[in-house]
């Protein structure tokens, strides 16, 4: 058994005596608690390489997070993930699109696992205003008209960072059917989330944590190796990404730190 350090946020009470009363709740705390081993499984969702601004431009105009997934893939990937292979956690991997991941070993595992995808529902019609409709979001939401081109042929390129690509038979799934053949297999109750970006894939994609919390899992996050996405007013401060820290506390699971965690690897080894 484990016992690591956590965070946790303490939602409640709120203190109607006062002018703002969510102002009384206890807030971020901090204490330690139990982790199974062998119930727990560390999962890198959506780590990409898409390239440089050199060869795509618009892509980081319009994705100012990458950088950031960079950075982490660089500096907190490599003890976290080493830490994690030599210990008896499993480490899973949770991928999107096609095209990047088919060749790895724990591609053709998951889909022996899991059979072969069910035939998807019917598309909803599709009329001219709708058209009209998702042509605006593309280009004057996101991601800009004049960025759709790089940002299509980054994604014809994606690849995953050498410091996250999957090793031997390390589970590889596409969505949350895929990912829980893998825990049923593994016996884990408990997914760790690494990964992009904790305010939007890792909480909503398929294989993140509404996926995995419908199936009862607890769902779980390293916050030094998460980023968010941010927008204009929340990227100075990352507020976006201390806000979806904020979510998976009290919706999914728990926060961690990856130092306590490889310590906690280390003293179990």
């Avoid at 705390?29 to 390489?49: F, K, L, N, R, Y």
């Avoid at 997934?69 to 003890?79: K, Q």
């Amino acid at each position: 058994m484990l016992r690591l350090k956590t965070h946790y946020y303490q939602q409640f009470d709120a203190d109607y005596a006062r002018e703002v009363p969510a102002e009384g709740y206890g807030g971020w705390q901090t204490t330690e608690v139990e982790i199974s081993p062998e119930h727990t499984a560390v999962v890198v969702m959506h780590a990409w390489d898409l390239g440089t601004p050199e060869q795509f431009p618009g892509q980081f105009r319009a994705c100012n997070c990458v950088p950031r997934t960079y950075r982490v893939c660089r500096e907190v990937f490599p003890p976290l993930l080493a830490a994690v292979r030599a210990s008896p956690i499993p480490l899973l991997h949770v991928v999107s699109g096609r095209g990047y991941y088919e060749q790895y070993p724990g591609w053709a595992r998951t889909v022996a696992l899991a059979g072969p995808d069910p035939e998807p529902p019917p598309e909803i019609l599709k009329d001219p205003v709708y058209e009209r409709l998702q042509e605006f979001r593309r280009d004057y939401v996101f991601p800009g008209a004049h960025n759709r081109a790089d940002c299509e042929a980054a994604w014809k390129q994606v690849r995953f960072p050498q410091e996250a690509e999957p090793q031997g038979e390390e589970g590889i799934a596409r969505d949350g059917r895929q990912l829980l053949a893998l825990c049923r297999e593994a016996g884990v109750n408990h997914l760790i989330y690494a990964g992009f970006n904790v305010d939007w894939c890792l909480l909503m994609s398929p294989g993140g944590m509404v996926d995995m919390s419908r199936y009862g899992l607890i769902c779980s996050v390293f916050r030094d190796a998460v980023t968010a996405v941010e927008n204009k007013e929340t990227a100075r401060t990352e507020l976006g990404k201390q806000i979806s820290l904020w979510q998976v506390s009290v919706g999914f699971g728990f926060v961690f730190d990856t130092e306590d965690f490889i310590a906690a690897l280390e003293r179990l080894a």
